[in-house]
């Protein structure tokens, strides 16, 4: 739909951070690289997609937020130094943050494609699209949501072992 | 009722959960297994439910083995005789296949792992989980429903960001009513071998899971400090307990393991009180 196109077409390049192991680093990577590339004067967003273990939150100290909607969707909670780095992460539609977020493929299905489409980004020059760990719905699901957009391509994550 | 028969032969089932991804679930189960199997006398079972990153196969040193079919269902991989293993690793033509499976397809290879296994009578049966709180879970606690769980053993490590997803699971635990045997907190601590002082790697900013296990009322079996050996015994297929048994961590492990036995063989009693 016109209001799906619209919310993505202002981001320029669309990234994703992958692994298939956890625990490497992802979300501390997509973390660092959102402040470097934020440091380097780009227009930059976070997309967490990791519903069962959303860590981004707390990496920049917004884990008590919430978020509202607008006209457009969802508006992203602005953090960083000068408060100018979108995020959307599922951290924030939770009621109590030690609630586990149990849910089966097809739910989380739906929830990932509402987060693609409906947050409006503005215009951006990179979204860094943070996943969890495996290669199952979420991951599934976000690269077919993505499909249609500016995909620049994935960075993948691992440590030596 | 297929399940339920398959189940009854098996005397202690124990979950290893963490909610968080690369905290040591593996590496814990694996050596879980061996600890126990260290007794002869027990029958041990080791199933790898963790689809899209099955790291069972490779750290028992069963890598590129096979399957086999016979008259009474799929027969588990044997690293001793009396340690069996099952993991999809074993079902994939090459290691570095992805399995890009959605949530119904996973559930449905799990049931039939419990389902057509032939186990045959075993102690102890080990689930090695992936990372989170989804179908695997799910799954994985309503098929066992069959049979009983002892209970999970949670690993964490100890910074916040890792105790952050271990708190969901433990509410996970708490929803479908599993009992949580405790928890185990991995690379807590290193001591140099050269200079012999001790680093924090993962500095427990928030108390650690000692303090998380206070402020939930959940018992702490133990905490594991790093030791690069046992990534290696993982890389090599080798029990760490076996490689480097003067090791702290060693000694760490083995009085979890103990614990964890008084704690099955504890429920049991009670159990055959009640009957």
């Known amino acids: 739909t016109l209001a799906e196109r619209a919310n993505l077409a202002g981001v320029r390049h669309i990234l994703l951070v992958l692994s298939g192991k956890g625990g490497v680093g992802k979300s ?118 993505l499909r249609p957009y500016q995909l620049l391509g994935a960075v993948l994550v691992t440590t030596p072992q | 009722a297929e399940l339920r028969a398959r189940l009854r032969a098996v005397r202690h089932t124990v979950l290893v959960l963490s909610g968080k991804g690369g905290v040591g679930k593996s590496t814990f189960s694996a050596l879980l297994a061996h600890g126990l199997a260290a007794d002869e006398t027990k029958q041990v079972a080791l199933l790898d439910i963790d689809i899209c990153g099955p790291s069972i196969p490779k750290i028992m040193g069963l890598e590129g083995e096979q399957v086999h079919q016979s008259g009474s269902g799929w027969s588990p991989v044997y690293v001793e005789e009396n340690l069996g293993v099952m993991s999809v690793g074993f079902l994939l033509s090459s290691p570095d296949d992805a399995v890009i499976w959605r949530g119904p397809k996973k559930n449905g290879l799990i049931k039939q792992f419990l389902r057509d296994v032939d186990w045959g009578e075993v102690d102890y049966l080990i689930v090695d989980t992936p990372p989170g709180t989804s179908d ?113 961590a060693t000694l760490s492990y083995r009085n979890i393991i103990q614990r964890i036995q008084e704690y099955c063989e504890q429920h049991h009693l009670q159990e055959e009180k009640i009957m």
């Open chain 1, 28 to 145: 501390t990577l997509s973390t660092e690289l959102a402040l470097a590339l934020r440091h380097a004067g780009k227009r930059v967003g976070i997309l967490d997609v990791d519903l069962c273990g959303p860590s981004i939150p707390r990496m920049l100290r917004v884990q008590d937020s919430a978020v509202h909607q607008c006209d457009s969707g969802w508006v992203p909670v602005f953090v960083g130094q000068d408060k100018a780095i979108a995020l959307m992460s599922i951290g924030f539609l939770l009621e109590r943050p030690d609630d586990a977020v149990v849910w089966r493929g097809p739910k989380k299905n739906a929830l990932i494609k509402q987060f693609v489409t409906d947050v409006a980004w503005g215009e951006l020059d990179f979204l860094i699209v943070d996943t969890p760990p495996g290669t199952s719905d979420e991951h599934i699901s976000t690269v077919e949501a």
């Open chain 2, 136 to 248: 695997e879970h799910l799954s994985i606690v309503q098929y066992l429903s069959a049979t009983h769980i002892d209970g999970a053993v949670i690993v964490t490590t100890p910074q916040e960001v890792s105790l952050q997803d271990v708190r969901k699971e433990i509410n996970f635990c708490h929803k479908v009513k599993l009992p949580i045997i405790g928890v185990v907190e991995n690379m807590s601590g290193f001591v140099c071998p050269k200079c012999k002082n001790e680093s924090q790697i993962f500095p427990p900013t928030t108390g650690g899971a000692e303090k998380m296990c206070q402020n939930l009322s959940v018992s702490l079996l133990g905490k594991v400090p790093l030791d690069p050996q046992i990534g290696k015994s993982c890389d090599r297929g080798q029990s760490f307990l076996a490689e480097a048994p003067e090791s702290p």
